[in-house]
């Protein structure tokens, strides 16, 4: 049936029951109000129809409102297809496969039985499976997919073949049918559906009621393979299924081990470590393909180890080509183990190929390519010898040639190889220039869309001026989306594509992914909702935005779909799940709570759910209100109504309920409300609500099936930690000093890297050298324990051996910069205070000990290799394999690297954050090195980045700083001065601007990132409105202004946005930012409460204190817990006592005078700083360090 015949059936159709009533298509545009009055006379007589019509359930259309939301999701297609269904006996034969996947399943909701039986008996099969297709997109609530698959059958083939896999409450949906009939476990299609379409959808009850056997039958058939589990509670229910299925892994055969490398993961580390050696070897290969989807860090660990176990004997020079190639990945932490490899297998092409498709970070390519150099008259001893084959074999390990080797390669092999080597990536972008130049590309102003396709990853080579150069015409958002760009090619690029669209992004938003950061809040306030696709709801966004950014854009959203309520339809799970992250963090806390509690509520917070670890505590807060409207957790009959498919949608929110209102709901449901709240983030919470959580996760084990208190347990289990997630920061230092061997071997490495204080930091050390009897000359307990070894005493890390521990340094320090990043992310949301001043300093003494100890073991390592004494001093290639754990060196160590070594390195050295006598002297080597401060060119200025804080301002002043690319390198450190800064920018707006400060653009702005900062407050003064207006959120961003800066910021954007900062956008409060301190008392003392609570709490913190006293009592009463924390004790000290008690009453600490106990520790009375300032006397404390 053609489209133009179907639609005159549909049109015949609906005249014949409509009579004569005139119909004119109405725009797609939806807006809030009385729902008669958005309806033309045609489709107000559609839905009477369908409402009249025999073969729908009146008693499941709830009303009018209920009607219009169906019809809300109906495209025109699917309205002359539910036209044709109203006609079925005459017109069933008619549907094509692209009419019914334009019906809503939501729409079988309401169809009666007679209607369902007569499809499901009359439809053909390809019919069915054009239904099937709607229950493997999950997206429908559980009724109408329940009903689709009622009359389409099993829809096996659809699902398992299916697009996207649904999640959450969408999975659970997706398995109604399926899970509730009798013995579900037993029958393979069921199982194979149900694991590989919508794992996470079920729950461990589900998993239990499986068949070992018939699990097992289809895995030896190959019908099933990975199964990706959303928590290690349903791992651990799957892996006793696997047990029983497949027996103990001790008894495992190679192929045993074939059929279940994929699954290997569900298994603990000491479980692996029984695997036996000689039956892994035969099974090597495929293990090791499961290395890269292995997430956890232990497992991934002993899966290492044990390939390394399956080689025949411990002589790495024996080993075949075959048995080398099969662990590339495995060895590229191991120097040590490479070196004793034969010359001849490691030039094995096989191997030399698995080198090129290795990935790595750091130093790990250094490694291998090291050691290839060193074969004499190979081809790989020579790089200025090197062909474009051996570039093309290469490949991803050319990294770690070093940029003097990168240098000398033959511009025509990187010709010939170009389109093979042009996706790799390198540390140092001025390594990726060093290629891209003997690439051949030409003049950059005739390049092409064709031409920046072909550069792939090394379009980030080219200076911001050179992207300036390329015609706009051949610039798209696509092309860079998932490129990391600095600010000032992330500016050019966006002036380009503004150039494409008339000065306006249109359409091109929507790829623009990371690059979106770039864009003005006056540029994403010009879009449409046209632009932004989102009147399709076929359409997700993709973009990254920034929180302005987001809810600049959900301003426009806004005027487009109206405000929820209760009457306002256009609010469904689609349409928000279409927003993707921009919901998230553009949704206010007003929003939120305006938005009706009907059915839809929890599919339509599920899109949100996605992305909670982006929400504020006021959003998550806001939506726990709304749940809790709908449900009434106070009441048990009421919570009982939340069932398991509302707890996978919703459940990470839940962690804002008290115990006794989680206590009401339905115990089922409640343990995977445990788990979902295990997987919610926790970084805006305060250690006392992770602790109770945590508690109460421990009152609800799972112990084969039953539910165990397991609060006071002699000995904490593997098992007890499975739902707890990321609730494991809440446990107390007693309570680490009773946990048993499996769950330290299952939880060490997340203990390691949790922003603990040092108590219970230690006590895990303590508790890990109790179980773990070989700590010390076991690589893989040492990267379980991570980060804690810094607790070791001097004598206990001495006696590591340095070959042993030098192969896990990376990982170890790994360990402490993720922790570093989750104490930064509390910082952020004003709980700094939780770790005091003296534990950050103690903290950072013991970690600069760990990181000696993990320099000098590379480097005793590299000493060996190199068999002479004077060849042991610090190389490129170690301080790129310590990356972060470089900055633990001492100045003596760095002061003796040698001129090649220096110069190779630069780009890494001036990556990292030094210290000011490490700056010092690094600073000096580069004028030694590198001459004068005044010959340094673009090239050297764009990688030596943070040494330039140890130069003088009057140093400074001699830098030719040329670019804005030059200024978005300095600019992105934090090591500076306050004169530095001043003196960087002087230097800068003389060197390219005349001097001239009306001559600087928002680009420039965006730029100097911290620079900003070096302005003083007549230059911010005479600044350009415009420029201040196109640079708002990058120079709210700033964290090192003086009150004087933020007072002028300020004032430049009540010029912007309006004297009067009560007529403020909601948008604009978080994109001013920490410029909100400089406005004066009286201005801060009119600001709203819904303006105030988009203030972010690292903005309050840096509000001058005498400022801060303009907020009234009131304004104070409406702060949130994590605002109310980010408040400094010279913050408080400004307040008066209503003020004060208020901000108390909003959850504050007194930081004044406070006797802080952290969980599992103990503290002492003592006086609070701010952060900033605790950040600034830690610095200025560490010691100089020395040999």
Known sequence: MTTNVGQAVGTIILMTAISSISAQPRPPVRLPGNFSDLLNSRELAFIELVKNSTYFDL????????????????????????????????????????????????????????AVNFLANNLTTAQKNALCQQVAGGKANPEGLRV???????????????????????ARGTLLGLIDQPNWGANPDNLLIALTVAPGGLTRDDIRNINASVLAD????????????????????????????????????????????????????????????????????????????????????????????????????????????????????????????????????????????GSYSRGQAGNWMKRLLRIPNSNFSSPENYSSDTLRTLKNAIPGLGRRNIRVLPASAVQGAWDSINTVTFGNPEESRDIYKKGGFGNPSSFNGSTLERLGSFVVALRAKELNDIPHTAITGKLFKNVKLNRAQGKTIIKKILANNNGNLGPEIRD?????????????????????????ETITLVIVPSRPQAMAIIEIFLLHFGDPSSTNTNYTSSLITSLGTTAALGFTEGIISALSTDSSLTTILAALAEYEHTMTLGQTKSIVAKLKEKFNFTDSSSASTFSITDALNVGKFLKHLSDAELLNINETVRLIVIQQIGNSSMVSRKQSEIRRLFLFALRHVDINGTVTDRRNAISISSNDLLAVGNLLEGISKEEIGRLASDALQDFGDVLAKLPLEPVRHKEFLYRAYHHFTDLFSNSERLTTVGCALQWLNSTDLQSINADTIATVCPDIIDSCVEK???????????????????????????????????????????????????????????????????TGLTTTTLDGMVEVEFEDCLGTIGGLAWNSSQLSTLANKAKTHIGAVNTWNESVLLQIGSVVGGLTTSEIGQLNITSNDIMANLGGHKVFSTSQLTAIFSQWLTTTKGGSIGSVTSSDLVSLGEIGCGMTSGQIASLPADSYGGAVTDIGSLTTCESVQLQA?????????????????????????????????SDLAKLSSSQIAVISPSSVEQIPPMSFAGFTSSQISYFNENQANAVTSQQQTSLGTDQLNNLLGAGATNKVISDTTPPGGSGSAQMKLSFSLLCIVVVSSILVKST
């Open 820 to 886: 570093d990043k989750n104490l930064r992310k509390r910082d952020k949301n004003g709980l700094s205070y939780e770790v005091t001043l003296s534990e950050r300093y103690q903290e950072r003494t013991a970690r600069d000990k760990l990181y000696q100890k993990c320099g000098d073991a590379i480097s005793v390592s590299s000493a060996k290799r190199r068999k002479r004494a004077a060849a042991a001093s610090l190389t490129c290639d170690q301080i790129k394999s310590l990356g972060d754990g470089a």
């Open 1049 to 1081: 910021f300020a004032e430049k954007a009540k010029g912007v946005y309006g004297s009067d900062v009560t007529t403020w956008s909601l948008s604009t409060i978080p994109a001013v930012g920490n410029m909100i301190g400089g406005l004066p008392k």
């Open 148 to 170: 689709v698959q009622r009359v389409a059958g099993a829809c096996r083939d659809a699902l398992l073949t299916g697009g996207g896999r649904p999640q959450r409450g969408e």
């Open 218 to 357: 289809l895995i030896r058939q190959g019908n099933l393979s990975a199964v990706n589990l959303p928590n290690p509670s349903l791992g651990r229910a799957l892996q006793e299924k696997l047990l029983s299925g497949f027996g103990p892994p001790n008894t495992w055969d190679s192929n045993t081990l074939q059929l279940l490398a994929p699954m290997l993961h569900l298994f603990n580390v000491g479980q692996l470590g029984t695997i036996n050696a000689t039956w892994a070897g035969a099974a090597r290969s495929y293990i090791q393909q499961q290395l890269p989807n292995v997430q956890d860090p232990a497992r991934k660990a002993a899966l290492r180890r044990l390939l390394l176990r399956s080689l025949p004997g411990n002589n790495a020079s024996a080993w075949t080509p075959n048995e080398v190639k099969s662990l590339v990945g495995p060895l590229r932490n191991a120097p040590k183990v490479i070196r004793q490899l034969d010359d001849a297998t490691l030039q094995d092409p096989q191997v030399v190929d698995e080198i090129g498709r």
């Open 512 to 536: 623009l992914g990371v690059q979106i950061q770039f864009v003005s809040l006056r540029q994403i306030k010009n879009i449409s909702i046209q632009d932004l696709g989102l009147d399709n």
């Open 59 to 114: 008693g499941k259309v709830n009303s009018k409102v209920d009607s219009l939301r169906i019809l809300n999701r109906v495209a025109p297609l699917a309205q002359r297809t539910i036209g044709i269904l109203l006609n079925l006996t005459e017109q069933i034969g008619d549907l094509t496969p692209q009419d019914l996947h334009a019906i809503p399943v939501d729409l079988f909701r309401i169809l009666s039985n007679s």
